[in-house]
């Protein structure tokens, strides 16, 4: 069993940047690749990044290429999401979430958070 919790979020100006944490509990958190996933007013859940169990490999969508950096501390059973140059269209609720290997389908996960708030204002 792993339990997630986020937290980082808030409201930034568009340019801006903001670092996202996800906190694992369990002694498994290695075991995992570990994704964030977000979703926007109106809109359905999207992949954003996922780093391997080692952190040696990281996937991201188009969306946040070259703006968003995924990492991971097995130390401290944390995975963070730094977020730079930030736009309005990245407002959204941001989930950590575990699985079993690289996905980009929500329904794939085997754990999930219960989110963080991002705003990015114009």
């Known amino acids: 069993q792993v339990q997630l919790v986020e937290s980082g979020g808030g409201l930034v100006q568009a340019g801006g940047s903001l670092r996202l944490s996800c906190a694992a509990s369990?002694?498994?958190?290695?075991?995992?690749?570990m994704h964030w996933f977000r979703q926007a007013p109106g809109k359905e859940r999207e992949f954003v990044a996922a780093?391997?169990?080692?952190?040696?490999?990281?996937y991201y969508a188009d969306s946040v290429k070259g703006r968003f950096t995924i990492s991971r501390d097995n130390a401290k059973n944390t995975v963070y999401l730094q977020m730079n140059t930030l736009k309005p269209e990245d407002t959204a609720v941001y989930y950590c979430?575990?699985?079993?290997?690289?996905?980009?389908?929500?329904?794939?996960?085997?754990?999930w958070g219960k989110g963080t708030l991002v705003t990015v204002s114009s």
């Open positions: 780093i391997s169990w080692s952190g040696g490999s990281t």
């Open positions: 369990g002694r498994t958190f290695s075991s995992y690749v």
């Open positions: 979430a575990a699985g079993l290997s690289v996905r980009y389908d929500w329904g794939s996960m085997n754990y």
